[in-house]
């Protein structure tokens, strides 16, 4: 016999017998990490990064995901997920789909080798120094139109 509490969204089923959890009552039953409810764009794309979806990342934990992706996106088993806002990137493999609902459990991260960590510092400190360079660059167009104004002489 099992006994149904509802609080909010959040649906218990408990056994007549113990008070726990029906599930918790199933022998080998090993909970689910907690999620932490986002709203975050992200993208999906092949393990050889070719090609990419936009999506949307529902909810989080480190084990994984559940993202809202078009329904007409066609998926592999397995494909990378990279989420800006958070600088994430993780290997996913593809648990279930229901409409445009998917979930998603996060691959263990096989830990960089020297050579892989160097390239990828390396490849960082190019971007941030091409960055830095633009910047400068439109400061310099700034204060050039700056001194073009009538009110503000140029520095001599």
């Given amino acids: 016999m099992f006994w149904v509490?509802?609080?909010?969204?959040?649906?218990?089923?408990?056994?007549?017998?113990?008070?726990?959890?029906?599930?918790?009552?199933?022998?080998?039953?090993?909970?689910?990490?907690?999620?932490?409810?986002?709203?975050?764009?992200?993208?999906?794309?092949?393990?050889?990064?070719?090609?990419?979806?936009?999506?949307?990342i529902n909810n989080i934990s480190s084990g994984g995901a559940r993202i809202t992706i078009s329904e007409a996106a066609p998926l592999a088993a397995e494909f990378k997920v990279h989420i800006p806002q958070r600088n994430l990137f993780r290997t996913a493999r593809l648990v279930w789909r229901k409409g445009d609902q998917i979930g998603v459990a996060f691959l263990p991260e096989a830990a960089p080798t020297a050579v892989e960590g160097a390239s990828e510092k390396d490849e960082r400190i190019r971007a941030l120094e091409a960055e830095i360079a633009h910047l400068k660059a439109e400061i310099g167009v700034l204060k050039y139109q700056l001194y073009q104004r009538d009110d503000v002489k140029a520095p001599g």
């Avoid at 990490?33 to 936009?54: C, F, H, M, Q, Y």
């Fill in 5 to 56: 509490i509802a609080m909010g969204a959040n649906v218990n089923f408990l056994t007549a017998e113990s008070g726990k959890k029906a599930d918790e009552a199933q022998p080998g039953f090993k909970p689910r990490e907690p999620r932490t409810r986002t709203l975050l764009i992200a993208t999906v794309s092949k393990l050889d990064n070719r090609g990419s979806t936009p999506c949307v």
